[in-house]
């Protein structure tokens, strides 16, 4: 068979990729970095803390034994992360004292007051620090996310029988958006929700089943009133404990609500928007004793908080998380 000049350069062009596949397949079997035993952790000072408030956060960097001296001064990671992986805030810095300063064997804990940012999020959420400098990162002891970044905290936002939430009066009309839902089966009778703003007006919710709902209220500038702040609350008929109803035989928590997304947009700033309906009087349920004796009305332990959240933008549905 004879070759044109085309088919020559057809072939030779083949015949050089085909030399490149193993190199190509050597830098996808490149060796993956040593790990250095070091465990990064935080925590806060208090376990409610309004958008745009001050909080003490407490870092922690277990030096273990085995670890290998660092010989650059790396700075600290700390990624805060909503539930489709977007970052929300970040409180990168130096740590204290600096790492070149660190010995295997020891642990090293510092705390700095981070401002929160004003942000329209509620929902999981997920803390990732690591150590970096320049384009190098330090491969951690740790559940790696990916790119030398580490889980060291998952949130997901249960609220108990009652949660309080405040938005920025912007004194006009608001649609609220409420993603949310229950384990319906673990309540001794079909569940109550009631989503009150300013303590007078909202939508009165009856959950029959376990899937996700998503609610959207318009709510009257003359409803919101004149202070700087207004106040929502999502308050349940009842709450229920895994551990009481065997659903989790270790979940002691006192469980209410599993809100994803909750958001507040200005209503002349949103368009058309379907579904919506209008905040109607409402009443808040009655106090009733708690399953989970002493532990009074709060979001999750643990977890997000009351906020304060700002006017923000159309809820975004997500999948489910497995519910308890």
């Known amino acids: 068979m004879q070759l044109g000049r085309s088919g020559w350069r057809i072939l030779v062009a083949v015949a050089a990729f085909l030399a490149l596949i193993p190199a190509f397949n050597a830098c996808r079997r490149r060796k993956t970095a040593d790990v250095n035993a070091i465990v990064p952790s935080f925590s806060v000072n208090r376990p409610r803390a309004p958008l745009g408030s001050a909080v003490e956060i407490t870092y922690n960097w277990s030096v273990e034994p085995s670890a290998k001296k660092l010989g650059k001064d790396y700075k600290a990671l700390v990624h805060f992360l909503d539930a489709h992986g977007v970052m929300l805030f970040d409180d990168d810095h130096m740590p204290t004292p600096p790492t070149t300063a660190w010995e295997p064997g020891k642990s090293y804990g510092y705390t700095q007051t981070k401002f929160i940012p004003i942000y329209p999020y509620v929902g999981p959420s997920e803390i990732r620090m690591g150590l970096y400098r320049d384009r190098e990162r330090v491969a951690l ?22 949660a309080l939430v405040s938005f920025k009066n912007p004194k006009k009309d608001v649609i609220i958006y409420l993603e949310a839902d229950t384990n319906s ?7 109550v929700l009631t989503i009150a703003v300013a303590g007078k007006v909202g939508l009165v919710v009856p959950i029959e089943s376990s899937e996700v709902f998503l609610k959207k209220i318009r709510v009257k500038a003359a409803d919101l009133g004149s202070d700087e702040w207004v106040d929502l609350r999502l308050s349940m008929n009842q709450s229920f404990v895994p551990k009481l109803k065997g659903v989790n035989a270790t979940d002691d928590r006192e469980l209410g609500l599993l809100v994803y997304h909750l958001y507040v947009g200005e209503a002349d700033k949103l368009g058309s928007v379907p579904g919506v309906v209008d905040a109607v009087p409402v009443s808040l349920p009655a106090p009733s004793a708690s399953p989970a004796a002493g532990k009074g009305p709060a979001l999750r332990p643990g977890a997000k908080p009351a906020v304060k959240a700002t006017p923000g933008p159309k809820a975004t549905p997500k999948a489910a998380p497995k519910k308890p």
């Open 185 to 191: 089966k673990a309540f001794h009778a079909p569940p």
């Open 141 to 162: 002891k740790g559940e790696d996310a990916g790119m030398q970044e580490y889980k060291i905290g998952h949130e997901v936002t249960w609220t108990k029988k009652d």
